[in-house]
């Protein structure tokens, strides 16, 4: 349940930000601190992790010096006596086998607990920032793109569980890899560890040249992939307009300027990326190349045996391959944290004010639908206030539509009604009791509504309607549609109320999906209803059947219409003329039409020729 019949114009411009390779965090020490706390439930599973991870790199290190050991045994026993004792051999290559497969088990054990960790703190992320999405006031989704709350929650996300997964573990893993090496080559010699150890700075100052140009080059990719990916899901879903008013051209010309932008950034990422591992081999060649020619000489002194120079030359690659996977885990690290401060910034959003005391309720069974705004003040920030002062009285079971030219506040109205934002000042009661005293779930319980913009999801229609309803059966279901005047249409579709509604639901008028957003209403059962320019967009004939489904919508409810096309409220028992916030007249149509004002001229405008 993910789509509205309009495309989403929040994506219109982009499918959000998410990490990018080597975009730095504003509080890295921080925002990892805050991250790691996710991690304190799962300490003692880390912590044999982590010995695993220790254990598997240890064997692994080792093993090099037993082969050397079994080479040195073989030429050993050549020179002695031209023979090999090959059970001797096979029990050393038999130590040597228990070690690499000791070493394979520990690194999967520790693999697999750690993705199973990771796994755990991605579902804790997930799971708080959707209980924080039910908390957030609207105006924080009004102030921010769903791009960019989605890329919060699916590419922040994904980024932060592949970090655990992976690169916590190749931290430890990397640097015991590094120490653990220095040692064995030490312990073989140590002139020729320090002939090896010359190549080190080279190798570090190639890497971080690498990574340093890079960076700018992934994250303009990942800028220029946003742009394109934005383009391209606007042209989809704009493709009549652009065809329409002959757009192709441009349309196209304007995806080659960005997809060359965005091939350019990305080979050159890619280029210096690939330049890692080739460098690496380059470095590592020269340290053996060195470590050749010394190790010879010492050999020829008898300071080492071959043994100990194959063993020696075998930690050369081991030695240089952590040092690339270091400097790569930092920067990863880095986008890390920038991706895990987006996503700790949302749940540390302010919240909708507290519910606990809020424990006034409207007695169901003595219900009348009165409602009363006294001395309302609302601004959407308190240096522009949109609705000054306003007051009125709407009695039970009436018709009451609010007209006024866009901006008027119109809208905002029906949202402080539902307490979607709050009040500046005054109050608004429901039967006497003040909304603000109740909680948001049982003031909202009370109100169904009909919307200019008819949220349908991919499903049946029947699953639909019954969204209004989730309880009803399908005996309900038959009865609102048919209430809803839709009941004749969803008969005539060859699969009736099986037939399911597209991701776009394009496959329907826009007035049947109008009609059937009533006849969800309809099902919901609600006993105050707001129906916001509910017949914009529709043809003549469809609209008559939509004002005859709300006007079944509406019978024995109190019900607010907002309405720019004045002909279809005349029969409203109150209509509220608002402008700049303000009611500026009241009346029925009869009334205000005798005064000859504001209204007048609204409703004259509209059928001037």
Known sequence: ??????????????????????????????????????????????????????????????????????????????????????????????????????????????????????????????????????????????????????????????????????????????????????????????????????????????????????????????????????????????????????????????????????????????????????????????AFVFVCVVGGLLAARGSVSIGQIQAFLQYIKQFNHPIAQIANVVNVLQSTAAAAERVLEFVKEEEELSEENKHAKIDQNKFKGDITFNNLSFGYNEDTIIINDFNCEVKSGQKVAIVGPTGAGKTTLVKILMRFYELNKGSIEIDGVNISDMSRDNLRALFGMVLQDTWLFNGTIMENIRYGNLEASDEEVYKAAKAAHIDHFINTLPQGYETVINEEASNISQGEKQLLTIARAILSNRSIMILDEATSSVDTRTEILIQMAMNNLMHGRTSFIIAHRLSTIKDADVILVINNGDIVEKGSHEELMKRNGFYANLYNSQFKQ
């Open 1 to 286: 349940m993910n789509k509205q019949t309009k495309g989403n114009n929040s994506m219109r411009f982009g499918p959000g930000r998410a990490a990018v390779p080597g975009e730095k965090p504003k509080n890295f020490k921080k925002t990892m601190k805050a991250l790691l706390s996710y991690l304190k439930p799962y300490r003692l599973k880390l912590v044999f992790i982590f010995i695993f991870a220790i254990a598997s790199t240890i064997f692994s290190i080792v093993s090099p010096k037993i082969l050397g050991s079994a080479t040195d045994y073989i030429v050993d026993s050549l020179k002695l006596s031209g023979m090999v004792d090959f059970s001797r051999l096979f029990y050393i290559l038999t130590i040597l086998g228990a070690l690499y497969l000791l070493s394979s088990l520990f690194l999967y054990i520790q693999s697999f607990m750690m993705i199973g960790i990771s796994q755990k703190v991605t579902y804790a992320l997930r799971k708080d920032m959707s209980e924080k999405m039910d908390r957030l006031p609207l105006k924080y989704f009004d102030s921010k793109t769903h791009g960019e709350i989605l890329s919060r929650v699916t590419n922040d996300i994904e980024t932060i569980n592949t970090t655990l997964g992976q690169s916590l573990t190749q931290i430890v893993t990397n640097v015991c890899t590094l120490v653990g090496v220095l040692v064995m080559m030490l312990s073989i010699n140590w002139i020729m560890t320090l002939v090896a150890l010359l190549i080190l700075p080279l190798s570090s100052g190639l890497i971080m040249l690498i990574v340093k140009r890079s960076q700018k080059y992934f994250a303009n990719q990942q800028k220029f992939l946003g742009e394109i990916n934005g383009h391209i899901e606007e042209m989809y879903t704009g493709h009549i307009i652009v065809k329409a008013f002959n757009g192709e051209e441009d349309s196209i010309k304007k995806f080659e300027k960005v997809n060359n932008k965005l091939y350019n950034s990305a080979w050159k990422s890619q280029f210096f990326s690939g330049l890692m591992m080739p460098m690496m081999n380059f470095v590592g060649n020269l």
